[in-house]
């Protein structure tokens, strides 16, 4: 069964500095997603991205996140300067063009100190 | 604003017992609604989604759900719950459009009792 993958599983980071978070969606997908989960809190919605263009963003995702698909099999997550406060899970998902559901990869546990 | 609650953070069943996981949603238009599942150290694995038709919709891994319009709810069922379902399981909303985003539950974390 076709599967997201996320890479790296775990990041350990210092504070200002940029991390890129990868992701492999599901082959035959075009529209692909960022959510985070800080600790004890709620999946939140970052973005998606369509024909490579943003086509929703939360109120999250500002100008220290940027998305891009690099080639025609990864997506990834570019936060410039990270703060304490992007330590979270970043679940990256995928979805058919006829609609959802989307589908989850296993996430990467960003730490930042 | 669209939003979803689960009332339950924790759940305790003994292996074998039925469960009933809580979910309410507030959207404005019609719902699509879901039930992810994450495992320890894994994704968020699809069960089951409700987008229209029979209210009573059957997922993987022997689940199911009601979609209970009047009461804004769709509520996670199985009849006799085994040790391996121990998990955290999200209730998700959104709508039809591709590329829309989902709007999560906060999770209701299972322990089953052997």
């Known amino acids: 069964e076709p599967e997201v993958t996320q890479t790296p599983s775990h990041q350990v980071t210092q504070m200002g500095q940029e991390v890129i978070l990868r992701c492999v969606p599901i082959s035959n997908h075009l529209y692909f997603y960022w959510y985070r989960q800080i600790l004890g809190q709620k999946v939140e919605f970052l973005v998606s991205f369509y024909n490579n263009e943003i086509s929703e963003k939360s109120e999250i995702f500002d100008d220290q996140f940027s998305v891009e698909r690099p080639d025609g099999s990864n997506f990834t997550l570019k936060i410039r300067s990270t703060k304490l406060e992007d330590s979270a899970m970043y679940f990256c998902?995928?979805?058919?063009?006829?609609?959802?559901?989307?589908?989850f990869g296993p996430g990467t546990r960003l730490l930042v100190l | 604003a669209q939003s979803v609650t689960q009332p339950d953070i924790h759940i305790t069943v003994s292996e074998g017992a039925s469960l009933e996981l809580r979910c309410n949603y507030s959207?404005?238009?019609?719902?699509?609604l879901f039930w992810y599942v994450q495992s320890p150290g894994q994704g968020l694995q699809l069960l089951l989604k409700y987008f229209s038709g029979d209210t009573l919709v059957q997922g993987i891994k022997g689940f199911e759900a009601e979609f209970k319009r009047s009461q804004s709810s769709f509520n996670l069922r199985k009849p006799s719950v085994h040790w391996s379902d121990a998990a955290e399981y999200f209730c998700?909303?959104?709508?039809?459009?591709?590329?829309?985003?989902?709007?999560f539950g906060g999770g209701t974390r299972l322990m089953v009792k052997p």
């Open positions: 959207y404005g238009a019609t719902p699509y």
């Open positions: 998902a995928s979805s058919a063009t006829s609609g959802p559901p989307q589908y």
């Open positions: 998700a909303v959104g709508n039809n459009n591709a590329g829309n985003m989902l709007t």
